[in-house]
């Protein structure tokens, strides 16, 4: 069951923090237990741990959805939670013991020979509250229907890396690929440079995407992320716009080119961490022009998610571009969320 973007909180449903992981239902039968992803690719191989703590911690035979998360003394560790997407079996079980997983469950789907997905949410909650109590690994996610407690958590559980809130109907049953509940996240602007673009899968006289910096409190030009949702005729005036910027490597910020550490070098043109048939290089351009760009939250020095085109800001200085705009949120421990968890 998906969600869809809201702008404000809506009245009359339950509401649960929104978690930063991977989405995911589990499956057990006996002995044998499933991960599957959203989009329906196992994940079984990934979380060891997860394996062996459903055959401790969950009803014999379920069904429930949920989100795999890696919870830290400092929140969510989402970067963590993709260095365990690894085809080596042997660093995947390094990782489990080292940064070990959990499962936040929101809804239940089957118990038993019961299919639940019929039933309102309501019900389907207080089963789920009913069965899966005291674990170490499968947690129940916090839920209310007051929804001023609900624009608290909003603003509060940023601070241990959660991003919103999720509001679903307290009737309705659950309908797997249809956008019935509602989620709200975080929306921020900041002022960003220019510092590079990729090409456009097209050809090469359009834009695919622009890389984004900013400056750190010793000058250093970080990169922060990428912004590339235009109109196919707004990615050709822009690859003409930005061709009287281009630079060399060797008088840009970023040459990757010149250091040894793979982390920098894949950062910055190497390839990806994740698909290494995927092409990371970039032109590189000088720092001049500044972009107002739409993100929801941080994630260390980055933007979690891919941000959104505002406007140029041709009246800002590039070196005015800090870190400092940046809004913090507030520290929150995850365990003052689920008690047990990070």
């Given amino acids: 069951m998906l969600s869809k973007a809201v702008t404000d909180i809506p009245l009359g449903a339950s509401y649960e923090p929104k978690w ?22 196992p994940m079984t191989r990934y979380f060891p741990e997860l394996v062996e703590a459903a055959r401790a911690e969950l009803p014999a035979r379920c069904v429930i959805d949920g989100e795999i998360v890696i919870a830290t003394a400092d929140g969510l560790d989402f970067e963590a939670l993709q260095l365990r997407l690894h085809p080596a079996a042997s660093r995947v079980r390094m990782l489990a013991e080292k940064t070990p997983a959990s499962f936040i469950a929101f809804d239940l789907l089957a118990l038993g020979d019961t299919d639940y997905t019929s039933r309102p949410f309501v019900e389907r909650r207080a089963e789920l509250e009913r069965v899966l109590t005291g674990g170490h690994t499968f947690h129940v996610t916090p839920a209310t229907v007051d929804v001023d407690t609900a624009r608290r958590w909003f603003h509060e559980f940023e601070g241990a890396g959660l991003d919103g809130v999720i509001a679903k109907p307290l009737d309705g049953p659950y309908l797997p690929d249809k956008r019935v509940m509602f989620k709200v996240k975080h929306q921020r ?16 006289d359009a834009i695919g995407s622009l890389l984004l910096g900013l400056y750190t409190d010793d000058g250093e030009l970080a990169s922060v992320g990428v912004i590339g949702a235009f109109p196919m005729a707004r990615r050709r005036a822009l690859f ?40 990371l290089s970039f032109v590189p351009l000088r720092p001049e022009r500044v972009v107002e760009v739409r993100y929801d939250h941080m994630e260390g020095r980055r933007f979690r998610h891919t941000a959104q085109f505002n406007r140029w800001r041709p009246d800002r200085d590039p070196r005015s571009c800090t870190y400092a705009q940046l809004e913090q949120p507030v520290t929150f421990r995850l365990g003052d969320i689920v008690p047990g968890l990070g």
């Fill in 240 to 279: 003409a716009e930005l061709q009287p910027l281009v630079a060399t490597f060797d008088e840009h910020p970023w040459n990757w080119a010149a250091h040894a550490d793979p982390d920098v070098v894949r950062r910055y043109g190497g390839g990806s961490r994740w698909n290494a048939g995927k092409d």
């Fill in 189 to 204: 602007t900041a002022d960003c440079v220019v510092a590079g673009y990729r090409l456009h899968k097209s050809g090469d």
């Fill in 20 to 41: 930063d992981g991977f989405r995911s239902i589990v499956f057990r039968d006996g002995d044998e237990v499933e991960l599957g992803s959203r989009n329906e690719r």
